[in-house]
Every structure is written in C-alpha cells, then in structure tokens.
C-alpha cells in the first residue's frame, strides 16, 4: 500500500515510525513531514490545511489511505473531501471533528447523553458572561468555543481574570471567529489522563491510558504548551477504572454520536480528570494527542495499518483487540529556549546518531536537515522516548538520551512523570 500521512510534528513522526513497521506497506509519504519523518518517508510540501491540494497528490500518486494527524484538516472537512474523491481516509468527517472544533457542542453534547463532566454554561454576548462571573466560584474555567491551538482555554483566578479573559475572546477577538461564544465552566480538581480510543463508529479499540504534562515549567508551573512529556502506561488508571471509563465515558460517546447521525471513525481523544467525585471528561480531541502518541505507539505490538484499515472499512469487531508490550515508555519534549512564547530556531543539534538505540526512540517534532546537519525548527524540537521494564527505567533512559543531546537553548521537564512518585524523586532520577 502506499500510505499519506498529513502533519509535522512528534506525533506524525511516531505514526509513520509504527505504519512503517507494517509489511503492507509499500511507500509512505508525509505532507509536510520533518527532518526526522524524511528518513523514513518522501516528505512533500504540501501544508496540512491544503486539503485540495492533497487531495490531488493522493489521487495522482494512488495513494490507498491517508492518515490525519493535526486537528485543523478535519475541523476543515478533510475526510469528506477526499470521500467525496473516493479516497480512503483515516479520520472523522467534519460534522463528528466538532467534538474537538466546538466546545459548545461537545458540552451539549456531553450533557445530553449524561456523560460526566464539569457543570457549564455557555454565552454568546459579552455582557451576559461578564455578569454571570459575578456570582461564580473561583477558579473558573473560560474557553473559547472554537480552536485555538491549545490557547483557548483559561482559568481565572478572581472576577478581574474572568474579565479580562471574556474581554480577550469575545471583544478583541483574539482567536477570530473561534470566540463568538464562550463556554464558563467549573473548576475540577484532581489528575488529568488522556485516553485515546481508535473506533470505526461501533467497536471501540482503547488503547493504553497515558499521562501529558501541560505546563511548561517543573511542578506543573508556567503557561500551558503542546505537551512537555507523556508516559505510558499510567498507573493511576486501574483496570476497574478503566471498565468504569469504558461503559460512562467511551461507549456512551460513540454511541451518542452514532445515535446523533455522525458516526464517528477515527481516533477519538478523551481528556480526563480523576476526581474525588468520579471521573470527568475535561475534553474531546479528533485525533491522536501529542506527544500521547510519542508513549503509546512504541508498547503497541499488533500492525496499527490492520487497525486503521479495519476502521476505513467498518470492520474493526473482526479484527482481535491490539496487543501490548509489557513495560513502560516515556517520552521527554525538548524544545527551543523561550517556548510555548517566543523562540528563535536554526541552531544545530549535535547528539542524534546515537537515536534509536537500545529500544529507544527520538521522534522529531521541529527539525530539518541542511545537508548533513540536523537544525532545529519549532518550539517543540524532539521527543525523546525512553522504554523499559517500569516507569523508573523508562525515564531513566529517556533523560539519558536527552543528556546526549545538544543544541543552543535546548529546554526541557526533569520532572516527567513526577506525579506517578513524588517530585524530588522524579527529579532526582532525571539528575542521576
Ligand atoms: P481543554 O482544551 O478543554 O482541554 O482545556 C485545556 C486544559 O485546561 C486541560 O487539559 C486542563 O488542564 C485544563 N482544564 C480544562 N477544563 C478544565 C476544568 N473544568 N477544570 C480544570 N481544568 C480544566
Ligand atoms: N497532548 C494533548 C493534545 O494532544 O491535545
């Protein structure tokens, strides 16, 4: 087969790393792909919002399945284009992408088929929210309702931030047409863990849970960025949770959204937190999470290419549920100096012949090649995942990779997977 894979990022590089390992796989190309993904496929410049213009490589280069990374291609209607072209796509059509595209419709959403979540409300006029943020009780949780690269989303200590976030959305419009309506919702308190399930709209493959670290700084300090670091498996998830996450959360949402009309085919992302007060879903995402992927994929022994095709062709209740290797990954993120704020890029990495050793893995995030040189090119550069036997070991050789790595402002967590032991520990094991 010849395979598309749409996006740039860690996560791409990690989803054409695993399809490559199929033996039905023939050629992969990634549009636009990085320095990393291009020594495993033949990049082309093509911009993952160009949906036409992939829409047109596919078809000229026969392309059988194209997988989507990124959320804004299918928020954009990429499934349904290339349908329309009878093209195989791995990926939600528009309509079931408004799980991750519209908070407000996946609030009422989770709010008509009671799937547990935090109380809210939604406004589409300035004054009323304001108002309404009189009489809440902090923090509060404001977000934009449309996308907003992971910028939408604040959460307001007192009524002045309140204020001040309505004020920024729906006023000064900071994420365009994203921010006509607000959604104001309460504070949860507790661990957040993502869970990813693949799904053809009826069988639900979930695949293991994992744990994102959203902050930019240790100790879950600073702004929020893409993703820091992720492991895999996460403890905090048992198996008697996880059956609790499979009949109140998984099934009742695939099984709404059927019930809606809008079958739901792809890779469905459910941000979770675990409270005092029983598991919630904070959010919905049309797509593998990242650097999620970065963790989860390296542990999964069954050809993802059989799981995607089985979901392309609504047969996934034919296929046996994937197989796991035992053990633990963990992926540490380095950036560029100054991320998720501003940051130069162009400094060359020294390091990376020693990637992929030893059942450990560097997927390129902001890079490219200039010659014989690796230089840096994003905010996020590499995700460097570590594997092992436990969760000690995994970060052990994950944080002894990073050591190896060098480039000017190089940045990166000591503390990933601080929350599965205590911080010093964590850090500790990242100093050693
Ligand atoms: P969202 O884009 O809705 O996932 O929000 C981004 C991040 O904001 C989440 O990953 C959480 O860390 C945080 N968040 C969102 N909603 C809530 C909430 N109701 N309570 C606490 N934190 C939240
Ligand atoms: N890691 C969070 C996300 O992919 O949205």
């Not at 047109?56 to 349908?83: S, Y």
């Amino acid at each position: 087969m010849k395979i598309l894979v749409v996006g740039s990022g860690g996560r791409e590089h990690a989803l054409v790393w695993k399809l490559r390992q199929s033996k039905k796989v023939e050629k992969i190309f990634c549009a636009p792909g990085n320095g990393g993904i291009s020594l495993l496929a033949k990049c082309i410049n093509i911009k993952a919002d160009n949906i036409k213009g992939l829409a047109e490589f596919a078809t000229r280069n026969k392309i059988n399945l194209t997988v989507v990374g990124p959320e804004q291609p299918l928020a954009m209607g990429i499934v349904d284009e290339f349908q329309k072209r009878k093209l195989k796509i791995f990926g939600p059509e528009k309509q079931a992408a408004q799980i991750e595209s519209s908070k407000v419709f996946a609030k009422q959403f989770m709010q008509k088929y009671h799937i547990p979540s935090a109380p809210f409300k939604v406004f589409n006029a300035f004054a009323e929210a304001v108002g309404f943020c009189k009489s809440v009780a902090y923090p509060v949780v404001i977000k934009a309702d449309g996308l907003a690269s992971g910028k939408g989303v604040i959460i307001a200590e007192n009524q002045d931030e309140a204020n001040a976030a309505i004020e920024n959305i729906m006023l000064k419009q900071s994420f365009g047409k994203a921010g006509e309506q607000v959604v104001i919702e309460s504070f949860l308190k507790g661990q957040e863990i993502s869970i990813m399930a693949i799904t053809d709209g009826k069988t639900i493959f979930p695949l293991l849970s994992s744990q994102d670290h959203k902050q930019a700084y240790e100790g879950d300090k600073g702004p929020n960025t893409g993703g820091m670091g992720a492991y895999c498996p996460t403890m905090l998830v048992t198996d008697e949770m996880m059956e609790q996450i499979d009949d109140f959360i998984l099934k009742p949402t695939i099984n709404g959204l059927r019930n809606e009309n809008i079958p739901y085919r792809g890779v469905l992302y459910f941000g979770l937190m675990i409270t005092n007060n029983g598991i919630k879903v904070l959010e919905y995402n049309c797509r593998f999470g990242d650097p999620e992927t970065q963790a989860v994929l390296p542990l999964l022994k069954t050809d993802l290419l059989d799981i995607i095709t089985a979901v392309v062709d609504k047969k996934l209740q034919s296929l046996p549920k994937p197989e796991w290797r035992k053990g633990c990954a963990a992926c540490v993120v380095m950036t560029s100096k100054g991320y998720p704020g501003k940051y130069t890029t162009g400094y060359p990495i020294y390091g990376l012949k020693k990637s992929w050793s030893n059942g450990n893995y560097i997927f390129h995030a902001g890079t490219r090649k200039d010659n014989n040189n690796w230089l840096t090119a994003g905010g996020r550069v590499l995700g460097v995942t570590g594997i092992d036997a436990d969760l000690k070991g995994a970060l052990n050789n994950a944080y002894n990779l990073v050591k190896k790595i060098k480039y000017e402002g190089a940045t990166y967590r000591r503390d990933i997977g601080f929350r599965a032991f205590k911080t010093e520990e964590a850090v500790g094991l990242a100093k050693k």
